[in-house]
């Protein structure tokens, strides 16, 4: 069996096995992908590290709802999203995307809006530690099935 498309996961994220997972048709003429990773510095403050929490199974839910919303857009493209939990270093990867579909445009499109909507929907809590300090970062905040957010997503500013 494969590797899932939605997963959660304390393991460090690789992007090539999470490309492999989604390029899976001989049709699949584009492949994107994106990996958010941790960066040194927010509102002006040094980040050494940060903590990520997740309800696990509420998390992979949220994970497959978007892989299933970008079906349901993008009908040829495949979808994949993976997100660690734990400590991660400064320069870490904390999600992994990757959209194969025939055409560009269309993996373009997938891979950017499920970023939007993991941050939009996906239980995951970021516990950002700095210099001097710590606090908890805002995460998910809409309700999945409000359109108005999903329409949010597919066309973010």
């Given amino acids: 069996m494969g590797r899932p498309l939605a997963a959660v996961t304390r393991e460090p994220l690789d992007l090539a096995a999470l490309v492999g997972s989604v390029s899976v048709s001989p049709g699949h003429g584009a492949v994107t992908s994106f990996l958010g990773v941790v ?72 891979c950017r809006y499920a970023i939007e909507r993991v941050k939009q929907i996906v239980p995951i809590w970021k516990h950002e530690f700095f210099e001097g300090g710590e606090a908890w970062i805002e995460g998910a905040r809409a309700d999945p099935s409000d359109e108005a957010a999903r329409r949010a997503a597919l066309d973010p500013a």
Avoid at 42 to 62: F, K, N, Q, S, W
Avoid at 68 to 75: F, G, I, L, S, T
Avoid at 101 to 109: E, G, T, W
């Fill in 39 to 110: 960066r040194n510095q927010h509102l002006d403050r040094r980040v050494t590290h940060i903590e990520y929490e997740a309800y696990e199974p509420l998390a992979v839910r949220g994970l497959e709802r978007i892989i299933e919303e970008a079906q349901d857009c993008w009908p040829e493209a495949a979808l994949g999203i993976w997100h660690r939990v734990g400590r991660l270093a400064v320069g870490e990867a904390s999600v992994a995307i990757a959209a194969a579909s025939p055409h560009r445009a269309d993996a373009f499109a997938a």
